[in-house]
């Protein structure tokens, strides 16, 4: 086997790595902060990937557009992720996990729907800009352009979540917010709004990942169900709310699946599944310390 | 013995519902005939997903893997061996609730929602070695034309063998539900730690009731396989088991009946629906959220508490009267 390739193909999985850790990290953060399991995630991610799919066209999918799409998707997902949790899931916090789990599929159901009746069921897809098109060669191996852009925007998106949760006002109390919600309401804090921002971005995050996506895969209806399942995954082998995990277990999916890919093309898509039960054989409750 | 469970009414209810639903072949036309065989199987799949979750306090949130599992079993042994189609149809619970044993093992560990994600996670493992191992189960192509006996093929033959079925298992999830092993399960959902500190083995009994719910769930996919004849990967995808989620809430998860309810008012409105629109699914979340919001403890729920009320109503009533003239 020619080992440029094989690490051609590493790099191009933990390219791929980065697009789930940024959606994951967005899952991985609400759940951390408001404990819901939101399943709508995925559709947020597909929103994010057929608006940055609109604002190319709009902009005739040249360099500008992509960067504009870039920009602007996961601002639209917020402004959605805004209007959802202060119309309905700001009145549900007191529920217990089951009826938020419903409540978020309830929501899927709506949003894919939504998605169905304004982009139709047609392949999509997004141009890349000329500056991150073709292949680059780096000590001697192939790499895409985008990979490359990728593993860049990837560590970039932990490094800003770090930041947000450990040195910025709101991600403290954010924190403090998720381990006793009354206290800080005690402290005279505005929690509701807190949350807000918390889920806000979590979910901006899932739109970040579907523009990023949208230039390397056709934009499709039903591309939220299987990234759903493995930003599940992900989360849970990281700990849940943990950011670090979600890198960690995004890095271990990522990879597995390439060698997957490597070794047993069929059953590439099993190899990530199979390392989650291996993990959490070992570690039930995650590979990190979890939030909760 | 039997009197002694059920009030009389109750039972009298019950018969007359099942008159009623052995005599509709009779007259119906063949579409409702298999529209209710499939109320009958998805109502079977809602309770014993309803055994777990409403009485056990499980948070089994990958329930259709079991039904597939056990839909798979029986096309996979009638179209790859030449066993008699009666051993495939017994042998889909039994591995259906093998899976139950296995995902459960790992599950029981956990509690609440880690059980819940960690079991969508396992569950999953099973759907895409389903959906992808295309030797064997077909892949996304599923498997058709499963051969079934002659006098299952008709839509009369398949309904009454459900209708025989389905009541049979019903009627042992509810001899089970009140059973001293019913009796701890709910124990256990309403106090785990209680439980623990008076010597019961929590987890062991929580995994037995995976297990039969896992069976109960793999005689509905047995069912779903012999109307049908057909069996894709979708049976085990996990979008499917929130639907069955939603059932259980739509009817009421702390009833015995409600998910019966559930599974009836679901299949019927996708039925009607889908007639109307391209946009089912739209309706379904509508009115999932509606009923979160407004409904929470389900229709049978919502029932059974007016009916409470109704029979205590005189006593508070007449005090009312007797302050205000």
């Known amino acids: 086997m020619d080992p440029s390739a094989v690490i051609s193909l590493l790099l191009v999985g933990l390219a791929r790595a980065m697009i789930l850790f940024i959606v994951s990290a967005g899952l991985t953060f609400v759940l951390g902060v408001l404990r819901v399991p939101n399943v709508a995630h995925g559709s947020l991610y597909m929103i994010g990937a057929f608006v940055a799919f609109t604002i190319a066209t709009a902009f005739g999918q040249s360099s500008a557009g992509f960067w504009f799409a870039l920009i602007l998707a996961p601002l639209v997902v917020a402004a959605v992720a805004l209007i959802i949790e202060r119309g309905l899931l700001s009145h549900l916090y007191q529920r217990e996990h089951l009826m938020l789990i419903l409540f978020t599929f309830g929501l899927m159901l709506i949003l894919n729907d939504l998605v169905k009746l304004i982009w139709g069921a047609e392949y999509r897809s997004v141009t890349p800009p000329e500056i991150l098109d073709g292949a680059v060669t780096l000590f001697g191996f192939n790499i895409p352009r985008y990979s490359l852009f990728l593993l860049f925007v990837g560590p970039l998106v932990a490094v800003g979540l770090w930041f947000l949760s450990n040195k910025t006002r709101l991600g403290k109390i954010a924190r403090a917010a998720s381990v006793d919600r009354e206290m800080v309401g005690v402290l005279g804090i505005n929690v509701s709004w807190v949350f807000a921002a918390a889920f806000v971005i979590g979910c901006a995050l899932a739109g970040l990942g579907g523009a990023l996506v949208a230039p390397t895969t056709s934009i499709s209806l039903g591309m939220d169900l299987t990234i759903i399942i493995e930003s599940f995954l992900i989360v849970i082998i990281g700990g849940l709310g943990n950011t670090w995990g979600a890198l960690i277990g995004s890095i271990l999916f990522g990879v597995s699946q390439s060698l997957g890919l490597l070794f047993f093309p069929q059953f590439a898509i099993a190899f990530p599944y199979a390392v989650v039960v291996i993990v959490l054989l070992l570690r039930p409750r995650g590979l990190l310390r979890s939030a909760w | ?325």
């Open chain 2, 1 to 325: 013995m039997l009197k002694a469970l059920v009030e009389p009414r109750w039972l009298v209810a019950t018969g007359i519902i099942l008159l009623g639903l052995l005599l509709i072949p009779f007259g119906a036309p063949l579409f409702y005939i298999y529209i209710l065989s499939v109320i009958f199987v998805t109502a079977l799949l809602a309770m014993s997903l309803n055994l777990v979750l409403g009485y056990g306090g499980i948070y089994q949130f990958h329930h259709a893997v079991f039904y597939g599992v056990g839909a798979y079993t029986v096309a996979l042994i009638l179209t790859r061996t030449s066993l008699p189609w009666w051993i495939a149809l017994l042998a889909g619970p039994f591995v259906a609730a093998a899976t139950g044993l296995i995902i459960g093992w790992f599950c029981v560990r956990l509690t609440k929602l880690y059980f819940g994600m960690l079991q969508i996670s396992l569950g999953s493992l099973v759907w895409i070695i389903v959906y992808r191992w295309y030797d064997v189960t077909g892949g996304d192509n599923g498997i058709h034309d499963i051969p079934m006996p002659e006098w299952l093929t008709t839509f009369q033959g398949a309904y009454y063998f459900i209708l025989a079925v389905v009541v049979v298992c019903v009627g042992l999830m509810f001899l089970l539900i009140k059973s001293p092993f019913g009796a701890t399960l709910q124990a256990i959902r309403d106090n785990p730690q209680r439980c623990e500190a008076i010597g019961i083995n929590v987890r062991h009994h929580k995994l037995i009731a995976i297990v039969i719910a896992a069976f109960f769930g793999g005689v509905a996919g047995v069912l779903f396989a012999t109307l049908e004849r057909s069996v894709f990967p979708g049976l085990l995808f996990w979008v499917l088991s929130l639907e069955i989620l939603v059932m259980c809430l739509l009817g009421g998860w702390f009833t015995f009946a409600g998910p019966i309810l559930g599974a009836a008012i679901v299949v019927a409105l996708r039925t009607v629906a889908s007639r109307y629109t391209d946009y089912w699914t739209m309706v379904l979340g509508i009115i999932l959220i509606l009923l979160i919001f407004f409904l929470p403890e389900g229709v049978m729920g919502f029932i059974q508490e007016r009916v409470a009320a109704k029979n205590k109503a005189p006593h508070p009533q007449r005090v009312e009267e007797g302050s205000g003239s």
